[in-house]
């Protein structure tokens, strides 16, 4: 079988090679098509590939149609809203994720970025301490999970609301469990988000929602930039002065974003699973699970039933 390893952005070279030992181990073939620049290439690489490996690349309609013996896109992380899973599973073609494996490295560069933020961006000037502030997760996923455990290390008081996850499960990881996203936003200094990206979170965190934080309230994105309502957001901050925005995903009014001087920070590429770890894991996993699913039908992992 034909595996197609396809990435814009790019897996560790340690990744690479473990993707490639997994796959091979089970006589299969990996096609690499890294750092593409333009969707023809992927177009072309796909033709007669089996399995296909992405990150957060666009697997539309045209893709699914340029793949004429697809059986399974196995997407190397969480987030599978780059996929048309609706249309893929209309062509019978499978599509997985792999769930917790970048999850660390995620919830690792929430605090690289707090610290960061609360520290004026390393401006020289006093800022504040991370230690005894209530810290607002809001979906309490791998990721979020991950987040409250680090922020243990930091002293935070921490809270979380999950829609989809009960109040006691959330107690049971020693976090205060509130009653709704309006109570998280209410009452905390600092709100992360790991909500995923769909139609109904898409503009979800808007003026209202985040105009309920407290003074000097930090919103801190590292999931996606759809969930946030941008002009929204923009209009908040410049009214209020004493907010901060820290994205790990580009919001397209950057430009607009960037006037809030001091209060608004971008990486200049989503960073957040990038680790040679959790390429690693996400990568790995993702093979074994193509193998599987050759092996023995497995779709432990699929997300379009
Ligand atoms: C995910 O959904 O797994 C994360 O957002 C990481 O995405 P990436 O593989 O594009 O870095």
Known sequence: MKVLVATEKPFAATAVEGIKKEIESAGNQVILL??????SQLLEAINDVDAM???????????LDAAKALKIV??????????????????????ENTPGQNSNAVAELVFGLLVYAVRNFYNGKAGTELKDKKLGILAFGNVGRNVARIAKGFGMDIYAYDAYCPAEAIEAAGVHAVKSQDELFRTCDIISLHIPATPETKDSIDYRTVN?????????????????NEPELIKLLSERADLKYITDIK??????????????????????????????NAGIAAAKQINAFFKDGCTKYQVNK
Do not use: C, H, W
């Not at 196995?74 to 599509?95: F, P």
């Open 34 to 39: 890294e750092k593409y620049t333009d969707n």
């Open 53 to 63: 490996i992405v990150r957060s690349d666009k697997v539309t309609p045209e893709v």
């Open 212 to 228: 309920q934080l407290p003074k000097g309230g930090i919103l801190i994105n590292t999931a996606r930039k759809e969930v946030i």
């Open 251 to 280: 919001p397209d009014a950057d430009t607009d974003f960037q006037q809030l001087e001091g209060r608004y920070f971008t990486t200049p590429k989503k960073m957040g699973a990038q680790t040679a770890e959790a390429n690693t």
């Open 74 to 95: 196995v997407r190397a992380g969480a987030g599978y809203d780059s996929i048309d899973t609706a249309y893929a599973k209309e062509k019978n073609i499978i599509v």
